[in-house]
């Protein structure tokens, strides 16, 4: 049973515009989540996290959302540029050590 | 900077072959993962081990072993290696604690023919 899910399998987004990830998570004990950045034949890099008692983190052009109500969180990227493209990845740290990942979206940002 | 490095970028192996697939990182991490990455699946855990000779199952661990006799390495066995497991697979390392990030090595893209 996926826990975190990202139903969005690819997102297609213009230079300059923004970029909108979303993310699901089931479980309510989940309290800190993370996002990462993955271009084929590499490893995935860390990108931003966000702890359950926060519900913005900024970075730069990255910043995530979470709403703990609706078990929610979104990474936007603003503005985009065409090296955001990649595979972006949501994951949950539970149960003691397990890190957890939803299915990914893969970012398309045309020039 | 944090290193994690997997021992190849890819192999072909034969069904049946008994496959090891290395990992280290040079930080001192006490957490140490492995996952297979596949088109529309997203990463799913295979194993974890949060310290020398501990290990706990993921989500998919099914035809896998593992092995972390000292802390810097973790080692995932494919005790016989089936199509299936073609597969992108990744190590991770972490420090103890969840709010951290993990670090990722750069995959072994495994063919099973």
């Known amino acids: 049973d996926q826990q975190v899910k990202q139903n969005s399998p690819s997102l297609s987004v213009q230079e300059g515009r923004i970029s909108i990830l979303n993310c699901d998570y089931t479980?309510?004990?989940?309290?800190?989540f993370l996002w990462y950045k993955k271009y084929p034949a590499e490893g995935p890099t860390f990108l931003i996290s966000?702890?359950?008692?926060?519900d913005k983190n900024e970075d730069g052009r990255f910043t995530v959302f979470l709403n703990k109500s609706a078990k929610h969180l979104s990474l936007h990227i603003v503005p985009s540029q065409p090296g955001d493209s990649a595979v972006y990845f949501c994951?949950?740290?539970?149960?003691?050590?397990?890190?957890?990942f939803g299915q990914g979206t893969e970012l398309s940002v045309k020039p | 900077d944090v290193k994690v490095t997997q021992s190849s970028r890819y192999l072909v192996k034969r069904t049946g072959e008994k496959v090891f697939l290395e990992c280290v990182q040079d930080?001192?991490?006490?957490?140490m993962f492995w996952y297979r990455q596949d088109p529309g699946l997203g990463l799913r855990l295979i194993y974890f081990?949060?310290?020398?000779?501990?290990?706990e199952k993921g989500d998919i661990p099914e035809g896998y072993s593992v092995s972390r006799e000292k802390k810097e390495r973790f080692s995932l066995i494919l005790e016989s290696a089936s199509t299936n497991q073609t597969s992108m697979y990744l190590c991770a390392s972490s420090t103890g604690g969840e709010t951290t990030e993990a670090f990722f090595g750069q995959g072994t893209r495994l063919t099973v023919v």
């Open positions: 994951a949950a740290w539970y149960q003691g050590g397990k890190l957890i």
């Open positions: 930080m001192d991490h006490e957490n």
């Open positions: 081990s949060y310290d020398v000779k501990m290990k």
């Open positions: 479980n309510s004990m989940f309290d800190y």
């Open positions: 966000i702890s359950s008692i926060k």
